[in-house]
């Protein structure tokens, strides 16, 4: 697989406490040089990251994230408010508390919410596959498929793991044709990359390509 199509499907990704504008901006720079499928960075800096990129690059953020336990309703609104800050995408994660009490229609009414206050922008659904059994996995592919969600993502990046290989076999096997997969955490080589996409993933959750890519360059 040519670099540039690896390239293409990744969130080029900076979520960091610390991440500072000129961090952002840098990353933003490299999202339009290597045509990466969108940048993904704190809600904060939405709309100068939009203004700064205009129609060149798409703003991925995050809401709920990185525990995902904060009322519907103020995912709800961090949902809408990045939407109107211009992000064109937005990566929410679920509440797992909900999961663990078996508590499925919950979270689902919660996602096709969040998909309601994205106003028709795409929606990626943080499952956190690191913290959820094989049951649980597969039961949050049918929640997903039901929500009118548009991705399914494996990791935040920030709990004890990220994305493998079986659990992104997991989601290509049991999600319907609706949804696609967003594979996230760790993905740190181009033989792994290469591999989630074969498997089945759409986009890639990453800094690690780009960085790859300059390193290739230089």
Known sequence: ???????SKCDHTLLSQTATWAEIKSICDDGMKYHTASVCIPASYVRQAKEYVGDKLAIC???????????????????????DNGADEVDMVINLGWVKDGRYD????????IKKACKGKL????????????EEKVEMCHVVTRSGADYIKTSTGFSK?????????????????????????GI???EDAEKF??????????????????????
């Open 188 to 190: 740190s080589s181009l």
């Open 1 to 7: 697989m040519e670099l540039s199509e690896i390239l």
């Open 61 to 83: 953020t995050v809401i709920g994230f990185p525990n995902g336990y904060d009322t519907t309703a103020a995912k709800c609104f961090m949902a809408t408010d990045a939407v």
């Open 123 to 134: 929606l990626k659904v943080i499952i956190e596959t690191c913290l959820l059994s094989d």
């Open 106 to 113: 919950a979270v689902e009414q919660e996602i096709a919410a």
């Open 197 to 218: 996409i074969a498997l089945g993933a759409s986009r890639l959750g990453t800094s690690r390509i780009v960085k790859l890519a300059k390193a290739m360059e230089a």
């Open 161 to 185: 793991a990220g994305a493998t290989f079986h659990d992104v076999e997991l989601f290509a096997a049991n999600v319907g044709p609706n949804v696609k997969i967003k594979a996230a955490g």
